[in-house]
């Protein structure tokens, strides 16, 4: 699904209107349409609203949404911020539309006329929308603050006013929905951390936008949904061997943190590898054969810490390297060497980040189109801290263009930026995933799918997207708080099989 910028959403909205062709005004009416629909269905109906409506476009909606509950005898009041100017030309049409039915309008012309709100009244907010430009001032930031102020349930339309859909709004005021009700695409304001208490929980209507519009425009973002992973996904031949499926080698563990060796190793073979070879301290050796009985190990010559690998490493279709590893300068030597020595994409996480972040110079070795696998505070180390969530985004895609890299920036709605410029935000995966050893888990999905012959980015979006997927599985079955990184990997048969599914 594309994520557009506000001027393509606008462009989106004036190209369906001229070639379904359909009215501007009647387009607005299907849009609170889909939001009477929703309001239904989750059982809104014969509850009292206060609708605020700004004069533009989304105060239309806003008065149409009115119209709507008062055909169906719910209690409306509408209140409308007066600037002393006329409204859009839709505006004027459902006001006019409104003057037939016996809602009442009350104007708010300045501070002292903002209404005390009843507390059973679900407030709706449709003053501004996704053209807002700058932050609110005056009489709106002071409305927005006495609604945030209620503890009323708050719907926006469209998007919380005061809300950019294309900057950071960190520290501006807006809105606080516990729902939003938006149409046909996410913004990318929705899949930010920073927005998470402003947007509530984001439904996205369809309102029957033009879908040719989408066959001529591509947005910067994507949203990573069944049918691109389907498109990605390369099911096995009947007369496949072990083979076809990649040589993956897991350079993990240290003394005290074998279990990441595990973890990712599990998860490596039950993402589909031919062939699984783990190198880990000596200490990790009889853990290793005991737990993962298909994977071979193999032992560096020190009990606790990576220090050399001496066999041949050209043999590997792709090596993961980094969950547990450790710091100590002798496995940046090891590290170093292993870059030195491999030039097919690797998977990088975990402390072999943190190496990275503190001998920035190995970056020049990193073979090109590896998929590095950051969480938000490893990406704060190798490329600095971020203005607000927007900026991290900037960053990442900059730095997956000047390294030739792909950067996985883990959290929800993890982060995909790829070397070309284009960003992907996953759309499967839970809070249940935030726990120690999720990680270890995603670099044995990724290595195992790189093994596979699937292309860095392409194996990067389908790896990203299973454990996420997974994650799902294991929260349906246990539930978030209960859930453990290993249940992901146990939820990954029947995350392949979902996949297979999609039509």
Known sequence: MEIFSAEQIRAWDQYTIQHEPVSSVDLMERAAGACFS??????????????????????????????????????????????GHKGTDDFQTNLARLHGTGVEVIYIQ???????????????????????????????????????????????????????VDQSSKDNIVVRAAHTLSFQCYKTAFLLPENEATVGEVHILPIGLHPDYLKQVSGEYELLDPPIIRAIFKPRKNFAHKGN??????????????????????????????????????????????????????????????????????KYSVIGIGPGIGTDERTVAFVRDVLTRFRKPMVVDSDA???????????????????????????ERLFGASAND??????????????QCIIVLKGHYTFIAMP????????????????????????????????????????????????????????????????????????????????????
Request: with cysteine; glycine share 12%; proline share 4%.
């Open 38 to 83: 929703w309001l239904e269905a989750n059982g809104y109906l014969g509850r009292s609203f206060s609708i605020f409506c700004g004069k533009g476009n989304n105060g239309g909606d806003g008065l149409a949404i009115a119209r709507l509950l008062d055909a169906r005898d719910c209690r409306v009041v509408v209140y409308i911020l007066e600037f």
């Open 110 to 164: 300045g501070v002292e006329n903002i209404p005390a709100i009843p507390a059973s009244d679900v407030i709706v907010d449709a003053l501004l929308g996704s053209g807002l430009s700058r932050g609110l001032d005056g009489v709106t930031a002071e409305l927005v603050n006495r609604l945030n102020a209620t503890g009323n349930e708050i719907l926006s339309i469209d998007i919380p006013t005061g809300l950019f």
């Open 245 to 314: 499926f990649g040589h993956s080698l897991l350079m993990t563990g240290s003394y005290g943190k074998i279990g990441a060796s595990v973890l990712s190793g599990r998860a490596c073979l039950r993402a589909g590898v031919g062939l699984l070879t783990c190198q880990v301290p000596r200490c990790g050796y009889t853990i290793l054969q005991s737990t993962i009985p298909e994977a071979m190990v193999l032992t560096d010559d020190d009990e606790h810490i990576h220090t050399s690998f001496s066999g041949e490493l050209d």
């Open 353 to 379: 980040l943190n190496i990275l972040s503190t001998h920035p110079e190995l970056f020049d070795l990193l073979p090109p189109y590896s998929i590095l696998t950051p969480h938000p505070k490893e990406f």
């Open 390 to 403: 927007f900026d991290r985004l900037a960053k990442a895609r900059e730095a997956a263009r000047k390294r």
């Open 420 to 503: 070309g410029g284009k960003g992907f935000f996953n759309s499967t995966g839970n809070a249940g995933m935030a726990k120690g050893g999720s990680g270890d888990v995603l670099t044995g999905i990724l290595t195992a799918i790189l093994s596979q012959g699937y292309g860095s980015s392409e194996a990067a979006l389908l790896g990203v997207y299973l454990h996420g997927l997974a994650g799902d599985l294991a929260a349906e079955a246990d539930s978030q708080e209960s859930m453990l990184p290993s249940d992901l990997t146990d939820q990954l048969g029947k995350a392949f099989r979902t996949i297979q599914k999609i039509q």
